[in-house]
């Protein structure tokens, strides 16, 4: 089981950085094509799901990588969870059923992070 969290955490470490990164350096002119809810949103709450998409990223790697507090992960991964329940509502008000889709599958494989770290393999 831990080489599958290993790679879940990756796979979201690698989503949440490189999303977030754009949330934060892309003009938000950029963003209006990739992403249709930044239109409703002011440039500060972009650039702060930006830094909460960045910090969870890192966070839920990072710790058991390098052996420091690596029960920080599952609290990380319990914020990227409740990021994507936020943005499922948001895709869902915008009818962008695919993007809902993906915040579903992602929120799924932060639960999994939360329980596979903090029940079934501990650090």
Request: proline share 0%.
């Given at each position: 089981m831990d080489p599958a969290l290993w790679?879940?955490?990756?796979?979201?470490a690698i989503v949440f950085v490189a999303a977030g990164v754009a949330k934060l350096l892309l003009p938000k002119e950029r963003?209006?094509?990739?992403?249709t809810w930044t239109r409703?949103?002011?440039?500060?709450a972009v650039w702060t799901i930006g830094a909460l998409d960045v910090l969870g990223g890192v966070g839920v790697l990072a710790p058991g990588l390098t052996g420091v507090a690596p029960t920080l992960a599952v609290a990380a991964a319990a914020g990227l969870a409740l990021i994507m329940v936020g943005a499922f509502v948001i895709h869902l008000r915008h009818a962008e059923y695919a993007r809902a889709a993906l915040t579903v599958?992602?929120?799924l494989c932060a639960v999994a992070v939360v329980v596979g770290r903090s029940?079934?393999?501990p650090h």
């Open positions: 790679l879940i955490q990756g796979l979201l963003l209006h094509a990739r992403m409703h949103c002011g440039q500060r599958l992602l929120f029940v079934i393999v």
